[in-house]
């Protein structure tokens, strides 16, 4: 049993909405860098002024997971980018990141399971 909840552990579930930006990898948008960090502070304000994740996932991700609020489902350590693997394990469930950067732009990460 004890390998079993050892394993359960290792997987967590986060969905997260991904501001894209013109230096940014296999992004299509011309957003400045500057411009992206604005728009992703301003996403943050608003889930944590009572807009749903979901969504602000969903009319604003430039991530294929904004059609489903966000949600990249169940996924291991190792399974995303370092930065982004790094703040979605260290986060509590419920928990809402700081805006993460990665190669792909700017994330907040909301971590479900």
């Known amino acids: 049993a004890l390998t079993k909840e050892k394993q359960m552990s290792d997987q967590i579930r986060a969905s997260h909405i991904l501001v894209g930006h013109a230096d940014a990898s296999q992004s299509s948008t011309q957003l400045s860098a500057e411009d992206a960090m604005k728009q992703i502070e301003s996403f943050k304000e608003q889930i944590e002024g009572g807009t749903p994740f979901e969504?602000?996932?969903?009319?604003?991700?430039?991530?294929?997971?904004?059609?489903?609020?966000?949600d990249l489902g169940s996924f291991g350590r190792g399974a995303m980018v370092p930065t982004f693997d790094q703040a979605a394990f260290e986060l509590?469930?419920?928990?809402?990141?700081d805006v993460v950067e990665t190669d792909f732009g700017y994330h907040i990460i909301y971590r479900t399971e």
Do not use: I, K, T, Y
Request: hydrophobic share 25%.
């Open 55 to 70: 969504q602000v996932a969903s009319d604003n991700s430039d991530c294929p997971s904004s059609r489903q609020g966000g």
């Open 92 to 97: 509590e469930v419920d928990a809402l990141s």
